[in-house]
């Protein structure tokens, strides 16, 4: 698809009782430089009172509310129905968009066609509301090998290709936390992949969110584990990027393991621990974790 040069951009937001955050989310997009975007903001069976005045904040802003909570992946793939705009971005409800934040990712489709998704470096802010620089530890074009060993995307930042995702079969309901790992999976196959060197969205992190809780974390680790499984047969993976990814499902395999000793299931944890050897056979984990888990060189 050929992108004219002030092309529409739909974001999509999700929401589930985020009142206390979700008005300062929309003011930033009201704060973008660019403004030829729409905004798709869907509550997914909210119990708070969040929703009652955004949608008289911008005539842009169109809202649905469901009555029940679907599900962050089926919220979504609803949304993402509903985008008309050749490109789609997401932000989440507690997440706050850099006022260049649209424009410079705009800008990046239009200067690389083969570009189907771009992302950017982020800052992260604590309950304290200290903020600091988290790095994606990659800039520029994004390789296999690279996106086949980890998931280097703040979901929230990401801007893509509405008809790439589509086609791409958009979120899928398998994965109801790392729904935006295969996405950006099954988008590596039709085209690259692009990270700005730019902290353009703030990522809220709340110690007593449920994103951190134990149970989310492991269902989290489940749905990693599939996905690297998986990235071997759905990218050409060097036969160095297949080393990594099989140290990547090590290392998820030792985590599970250890939750799932935590959660009291100490004899499935040791088979779940012992497998990792199965994944790594050459225990190149082993020495990872006591390098202190440097970032690999693509």
């Known amino acids: 698809m050929v992108i004219c040069a002030t092309p529409e951009v739909t974001i999509l937001t999700t929401s589930y009782n985020a009142g206390a955050y979700l008005k300062s989310a929309i003011e930033s997009l009201l704060s973008q430089t660019y403004q030829a975007w729409k905004l798709i903001l869907v509550d997914n069976g909210s119990t708070d009172d969040s929703f009652k005045l955004l949608s008289t ?39 706050l968009a850099h006022p260049a934040r649209l424009a410079r990712q705009v800008s990046v489709f239009a200067d690389k066609p083969n570009v189907v998704l771009v992302g950017s470096h982020v800052r992260v802010m604590t309950n304290d509301c200290e903020s600091s620089h988290h790095l994606n530890g990659v800039d520029g074009i994004i390789s296999n090998d690279c996106i086949g060993e980890r998931n280097i995307f703040a979901h929230s930042s990401v801007m893509f290709r509405t008809d790439a995702a589509r086609t791409a079969g958009g979120y899928d309901s398998r994965f109801r936390y790392a729904q935006d790992y295969d996405l950006f999976l099954k988008l590596a196959k039709q085209g690259d992949l692009y990270v700005l060197a730019e902290s353009l969205t703030t990522i809220r992190r709340h110690s007593n969110s449920l994103t951190n809780s134990r149970d989310t974390q492991f269902i989290r680790l489940q749905d990693e ?29 030792v985590e599970l393991g250890f939750r799932e000793m935590v959660r009291g299931n100490v004899w499935s944890g ?21 390098r202190g888990r440097p970032r690999p060189k693509f």
């Open 225 to 253: 584990l599939v996905l690297f499984r998986e990235a071997s047969s759905r990218l050409d993976l060097s036969e160095v990027g297949l080393k990594l990814n099989r140290r990547r499902q090590a290392l998820v395999l």
């Open 57 to 95: 904040l911008d005539s842009r802003i169109s809202t649905y509310r469901l009555p029940q909570n679907i599900g962050r992946t089926r919220a979504l793939q609803f949304a993402l129905s509903l985008s008309k705009s050749p490109l789609t971005a997401v932000l989440d409800a507690d997440d």
């Open 270 to 290: 040791l088979k779940t621990t012992y497998s990792s050897l199965k994944a790594d056979s050459s225990v190149s984990w082993i020495n990872y974790i006591l």
